[in-house]
């Protein structure tokens, strides 16, 4: 089993800042990938951004593109979601995830709130 704790998440303003967190315990050794989701009041959980756990390859939603990096420090088992320039519609309960194989993503977190004020 893999436990997945997110934090960073906050009010903010339009404009601002935040880094979004994810520190993952228990059988972290087989790690494909971890992502980021949100989900918007009324809307459906939409991903936002990937990272694999060996190499450099990451992938954005456009709507990330520009304005949000995902990294991580394997050593710490932490992934990233550093977001500037964030807007209103940035607003969501934002999840992360993790992949052990590549074939969909197995664990998530119970989520962290951003609420971007305009």
């Known amino acids: 089993q893999v436990q997945l704790v997110e934090s960073g998440g906050g009010l903010v303003q339009a404009g601002d800042s935040l880094r979004l967190s994810c520190t993952a315990s228990g059988r972290t050794f087989s790690t494909y990938r971890m992502g980021w989701f949100r989900q918007a009041p009324g809307k459906e959980r939409a991903f936002v951004a990937s990272?694999?756990?060996?190499?450099?390859?990451?992938t954005y939603t456009d709507s990330a593109k520009g304005r949000f990096t995902i990294s991580r420090d394997n050593s710490k088992n932490t992934v990233y979601l550093q977001m500037n320039s964030l807007k209103p519609e940035d607003t969501a309960v934002y999840y992360c995830?993790?992949?052990?194989?590549?074939?969909?993503?197995?664990?998530w977190g119970q989520g962290t709130q951003v609420t971007v004020s305009s």
């Open positions: 995830a993790l992949d052990v194989d590549g074939v969909q993503y197995d664990y």
């Open positions: 990272i694999r756990w060996s190499g450099d390859r990451t």
